[in-house]
Every structure is written in structure tokens, then in C-alpha cells.
């Protein structure tokens, strides 16, 4: 049996453990403010300028792979240095690939200032902008921002389900934006009330088509920027593991020699994604970072070892966070004050030893702290009975034998 463990960049534990990073910033932050999803636009001018002649965007996945990326860093400094929608406490963002191959990447956003119901119309719009007043706005919208077009119009499009939307498309016409559970309604007026009617495919397109955006970061970028504003708790979960999700899966068909068919299951990764492996650009990054404490009985910590040391390991073992924590309180009276996972914010890990911060924060003399935040792994309670009982059954017999030894 082979395990992959949480260090392998893409795997499901390593999917996990950056969801419940999420979860732990909802619990010291709050409720998240923004979901935004940026998508790779395969006609930037970075991109068509350098290709070939009669070459295509898909052609050359290098180019996507570091314009892509050179976009996302300029966003991320944008939202987080620039501060347009307020200072940022906390940020995580991880890059996905479509099935047709552009990346794209979802960022979710914690504010100081959280935004108010009232103020969502000042950072996001669903309408499509006057072409008189912005006309440079006006045709980034018209031509990223507009879902489909599906339903009775395109009953092939791939959001199609049942003869149905899957993103619920057309959307209602609102005169005002509206609150309530999930994402809110926004503002949508219609042709009577003042709303831009476009045509696209000799089709007419009002204000029902248009995917919520803010107008700065379309008119920056020129790519589809879906910006959601989180208004429910009942999202935040299904956000936090809807943007760490697993990779692609693909079932494919094997014929031996014996002309026996064997099926085999694996992770899809399409040419895109892996030339962005090839050049070693995150996946996933995050602020502030999360430092993960283990959880274990008496003796029952992980020991890894070799053939060569195993005795080694056995008569020395390593510390683990734990047993660093409990020496800690031992010899130090400030520990006894705080919890076990506010521990990682004023002590750091290093040579398996907890040991004092030296990056100083206003108001304290001796005691020094920094942004990390500090995570217990999850131990369900079902577990955590089967391995006590697993543990004493175990000591048990050990001493039964011991006893058998001796007598």
C-alpha cells in the first residue's frame, strides 16, 4: 500500500490540510469578506505579441503558465499592498485548471473593515456599464463578463443540466441588492428602469447575463473576474473546500498483451498544469501562515526510522510539538497562560524546541509575538475512543507478558 502524504503538493491530505488552515482563519478571523475568481484571458497582448506567426495561445503553455503568473502576483499586491478594497488581515488564494486548460485561480479575502450590506453596490456590480460614459469598461464587460449564453438560446451549453442552468442563469432583475442566505442578489435593473441592453450573436443581452465584477479590477486586468461577497456563515465551509478541492480524476483503459482490459484511476493533469509544475509556481499560498501542532497519547507519537537507525530512534525519539509544549509550562510561567494553539504566535519551532519569539510587538516588554497562528490536527471522536481503548489493551498485554517473564 502506498500513502501519499500531506508534503505531496496536490494530493488529497495535502487538500485537506489547506482546508482546515481555511477553517482556521475563520476562527480567529470571522467570516470571510470576498470570493473572487480570476481567470487567464488567452488574448493579452503579453501573450498574442510574443507568439509566432500562425501560432495559438494553446500552443505555447509556457507563456500562458508565466503571464498568468505575473498577473496573479500583481493582483495579489493590488488586494493586499494596495488596499482597494481596505487593509487585508488574511488572504489565501490556490490555482486551478480548467478542462480546456487556462488557469485560473480563487482568492478569498478577510477585511478589517468588513463590508456592510449596504455598501456592496460600491464594491460590486452586476450591470452593464453605459458605453457613453466608459466605453473601454463597457467592452471588457461585454465581452468577459457575460455568462453563456445558455438555455433557450444555446441548449448545448455546457452549463446545461436537465435543460436547466447549473448556474442559474438567467438571473431575476432586481431594483436594489438584497441580502440573504449565500450570495446576496444584486442589483440588476432592467431596459424599463434604466438598464444597458448589448447584443452579442445577434442576440440582445440585458443586465440578467452579467457576472457580478468590480468595475477597477476589470478595467485593470481585462480578464473575467467573478467578485462574490460573503454575506451568510452558512458558505463559509463550502467556500473553504470548494477552493482546496481535489485535482481532476480520469478513469482510463489498459490492454495487456493477454488482450485483457485492466481500468486504472489517477490524477488529471493537463499539459498546462504541468509546465506550471515544471517551473516549480505555487498552487497555493497564504497569509498568515499556519504552524500544525500534533495531537497524541503518552507515547504514541509517529516515529520514522530507518533499518539502520532504528534502535536509534527507538531509545531517543524525536520530540513532537506536544512533549515541547508540556517541557515548555515546565520552565516557563508565561505557556501556563495561553492555549495550546496560541502557542506558535509568541514561541518558535526550531531543532525540536519551542523557544521565544525576538520580532516584538507594542505594549509588551519581554514577551515578543508574531502572526502565526497555530492549528490542533482534527481527531474525531470515534477515533479518538478506538485508539485509547487500542492503546490500554495494548499496555495490558505488555504487562501481562512482562508478569509471565518474571514469574
Not at 503538493?9 to 490540510?17: F, I, L, V
Not at 508565466?66 to 493582483?75: G, I, Q, W
Not at 465551509?237 to 482510463?252: A, E, G, L
Request: aromatic share 12%; net charge positive; charged share 25%.
Amino acid at each position: 500500500m502506498v500513502v501519499l502524504p500531506s508534503s505531496f503538493t496536490g494530493g488529497s491530505r495535502y487538500m485537506h490540510e489547506r482546508t482546515q488552515d481555511a477553517i482556521t482563519y475563520v476562527r480567529h478571523f470571522g467570516r470571510l469578506d470576498l470570493f473572487i475568481t480570476f481567470t487567464c484571458n488567452p488574448k493579452w497582448p503579453e501573450i498574442v505579441d510574443i507568439l509566432n506567426q500562425g501560432q495559438k495561445s494553446h500552443d505555447r503553455h509556457d507563456i500562458i503558465a508565466r503571464v498568468f503568473r505575473v498577473k496573479v502576483k500583481h493582483m495579489m499586491k493590488l488586494l493586499t499592498k494596495g488596499c482597494i478594497f481596505g487593509n487585508v488581515r488574511c488572504h489565501m488564494y490556490t490555482v486551478e485548471w480548467q478542462k480546456r486548460g487556462l488557469p485560473h485561480v480563487h482568492i478569498l479575502l478577510w477585511l478589517e473593515d468588513k463590508i456592510r450590506p449596504e455598501s456592496i453596490d460600491e464594491v460590486i456590480c452586476a450591470e452593464l456599464p453605459d458605453s457613453n460614459i466608459d466605453p473601454a469598461l463597457y467592452e471588457i464587460i461585454r465581452t468577459t463578463m457575460i455568462h453563456g449564453l445558455c438555455g433557450h438560446i444555446n441548449k448545448s451549453s455546457p452549463c446545461m443540466l436537465n435543460g436547466t442552468c447549473t448556474k442559474e442563469y438567467l438571473r431575476c432583475f432586481r431594483k436594489e441588492t438584497q441580502t440573504e442566505d449565500g450570495y446576496p442578489q444584486y442589483c440588476r435593473r432592467s431596459p424599463e428602469d434604466g438598464g444597458i441592453v448589448t447584443q452579442i450573436k445577434k442576440n440582445n443581452v440585458d443586465n440578467r447575463w452579467v457576472v457580478p465584477y468590480n468595475p477597477v479590477l476589470s478595467r485593470t486586468f481585462n480578464a473575467h473576474i467573478n467578485v462574490e461577497f460573503c454575506n451568510s456563515v452558512k458558505s463559509i465551509k463550502y467556500i473553504c473546500k470548494y477552493v482546496n478541492k481535489r485535482t481532476d480524476q480520469v478513469t482510463f483503459g489498459v490492454e495487456d498483451l493477454d488482450e485483457v482490459t485492466r481500468y486504472e484511476s489517477g490524477r488529471y493533469i493537463s499539459s498546462f498544469e504541468a509546465v506550471w509544475r515544471i517551473l516549480c509556481f505555487p498552487i497555493h499560498e497564504r497569509f498568515p501562515p499556519v504552524m500544525h501542532l500534533s495531537v497524541h497519547l503518552e507515547n504514541g507519537q509517529r516515529v520514522y526510522f530507518t533499518k539502520d537507525y532504528a534502535i536509534h530512534k527507538i531509545i531517543n525519539p524525536q520530540k513532537t510539538t506536544l512533549m515541547a509544549f508540556f517541557e515548555l509550562c515546565r520552565v516557563d510561567y508565561f505557556p501556563k497562560t495561553l492555549l495550546y494553539c496560541e502557542v506558535p504566535a509568541y514561541h518558535v519551532w526550531k531543532n525540536n524546541k519551542l523557544s521565544r519569539r525576538k520580532k516584538a510587538v507594542s505594549g509588551y516588554l519581554e514577551i515578543k509575538k508574531d502572526q502565526v497562528l497555530g492549528r490542533v490536527y482534527a481527531v474525531h471522536p470515534v477515533m479518538l475512543s478506538a485508539i485509547t481503548y487500542a492503546y490500554s489493551y495494548i499496555r495490558s498485554v505488555g504487562q501481562h507478558h512482562l508478569l509471565h517473564e518474571k514469574l
